[in-house]
């Protein structure tokens, strides 16, 4: 049995339509985890679909009831073969946002799969179901080839990714032990362009706070006070002034981070950020001495997601008495998360601005994480990929999103490697949601590749773990 077997293997599974019927039946399970209504399809998603699937692959599974109340299970299972073999985790979201019924393009129902020339449409096609079916049938072609996956493999399927995975941390930091891993392999999200694969191996991290000033009691008459009464959205203007300069460079000095090193630089080179889909970079936006890549995937971005004062629908004449900017943080590894406010702080004060308040999100924060494209596991798995698909896969050192990878570094320490399957145009999160049939197919078959590999014995060494 050789390589070419496992990933002949994973594409026949593609071209018998046992993808797209099974990917029919995961996308039937309405798993909206934002939806409190489907809570018991979340249960049903691990204990019908994913546990008898895990067990014919001669994993042992645990279900494991959310610490979180409200919050959906999570299911660990895992299949050893050896103490002395590599061990690898992986990982899958069972959830969905909402199915967003009756918004879809005619004829298009949510949860119900349907093929359209070379597009696969339902709801979790591309976010995560079909992701973690090519895991799973990858895993599968492997096994059928040599009769065993040649290492020990750990799953984690959980049902509340779209709710900001509640649960998880606690989980990984109660069950470090039965999680031990080399390396986290997993799919999530999209690849740059539809045609070459991508690796990305952390996310920059998110912060979302307010900015506020609230004067007195009460907005009052803008004729008789206009010229005594201080007016808050002139000086939140001029505070978000001192933020960013006219086109969004970074002018509080410890937000602007020290990690771009020449190394990542390389890195960034020649990826591509926006091919395809989306509006046109603006080229005079961001940090001057940058490119588009170092800027979205190198560096800190600042945004002002929303703000108000007074009611811009209806407004009267009046000094406001509020003003407020909803803010956020976009941040690369090296930007201490802790210190991010406090800096803040320093330089509005420093800058006149005492009276302006800042108030951090209830939602906290993503850290962010990054490993570097020479990473031994990272250099094996991009071999990999290029030996299967004769490409050199784009190699992102973090995206420029925000996921919830810090779990993964923070709790258990691993190296990350994140394949994804997607692509930008996948409209994940919205109506129409599908995945490209032609992309489904070859990601299987580098999947197979790469789990073949790492089984063949030549996977980084223990030593360098
Ligand atoms: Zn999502």
Avoid at 213 to 240: C, K, M, T, V
């Amino acid at each position: 049995m050789t390589r070419r077997t496992a990933i002949a293997g994973a594409e026949t599974y593609f071209d018998d339509g046992g993808f797209q019927s099974d990917l029919a039946a995961l996308v039937a399970f309405e798993t909206e985890s934002q939806n409190p209504a489907q809570a018991a399809e979340l249960s049903r998603y691990l204990t019908e679909a994913m546990v008898p699937r895990l067990h014919a692959m001669g994993f042992e599974t645990v279900l494991h009831a959310n610490a979180v109340a409200g919050a959906g299970p999570i299911l660990v299972a895992q299949r050893h073969e050896g103490a002395a073999l590599p061990t690898v985790l992986t990982y899958g979201h069972g959830d969905v946002t909402h199915g967003q019924a009756g918004q879809w393009r005619d004829g298009l129902h949510p949860f119900e799969l349907t093929e359209d020339g070379a597009r696969l449409y339902g709801r979790g096609t591309a976010d995560n179901k079909g992701q973690h079916l090519i895991t799973i049938a990858a895993l599968e072609a492997v096994l059928r080839a040599r009769g065993a996956l040649g290492f020990n493999c750990r799953f984690v399927v959980e049902t509340g990714e779209e709710t900001g995975s509640p649960g998880l941390a606690a989980l990984f930091a109660a069950q470090k032990d039965a999680l031990k891993a080399d390396v986290l392999i997993a799919s999530d999200g999209p690849r740059l362009q539809p045609e070459t694969p991508t690796m990305f191996m952390g996310a920059r991290g998110c912060l979302d706070f307010d900015l506020l000033l609230d004067l007195r009691e009460g907005a009052h008459h803008s004729g008789n006070w206009g010229g005594l009464l201080a007016d808050p959205a002139i000086i939140l203007a001029q505070a978000l002034s001192v933020i960013t300069d006219a086109r969004g460079q970074i002018r509080v000095a410890e937000w602007r981070p020290n990690s771009l090193s020449e190394e990542i630089r390389a890195a960034l080179r020649d990826l591509p950020v926006c091919e395809g889909a989306g509006p046109a970079v603006d080229e005079n936006w961001g940090e001057a001495d940058l490119s588009p890549a170092e800027r979205v995937f190198g560096w800190n971005s600042f945004a002002v997601l929303a703000m108000q004062s007074g009611i811009p629908e209806a407004p009267v004449n009046a000094i406001s008495d509020k003003a407020r900017a909803h803010c956020q943080l976009r941040y690369v590894v090296g930007t201490d998360t802790e210190e991010i406010l406090p800096a803040l702080r320093r330089h509005l004060d420093a800058h006149g601005f005492a009276q302006v308040q800042i108030r951090a999100s209830e939602a906290g924060a993503f850290s962010p994480t990054r490993l570097s494209p020479r990473h031994p596991w990272a250099q094996f798995v991009a071999r990999s990929i290029e030996e299967t698909t004769g490409k050199a896969p784009h190699v992102l050192p973090n995206l420029a999103g925000s996921l919830p990878n810090d779990i993964f570094v923070d709790h258990l320490g691993l190296p990350t490697i994140w394949v994804p399957h997607s692509y930008r145009g996948c409209c994940q999160h919205a109506p129409d949601e599908h995945v490209l049939k032609p992309l489904c197919r070859e990601a299987l078959g580098l999947m197979a590749g790469v789990f073949w590999d790492i089984g063949a014995g030549d996977a980084p060494d223990a030593e360098r773990r």
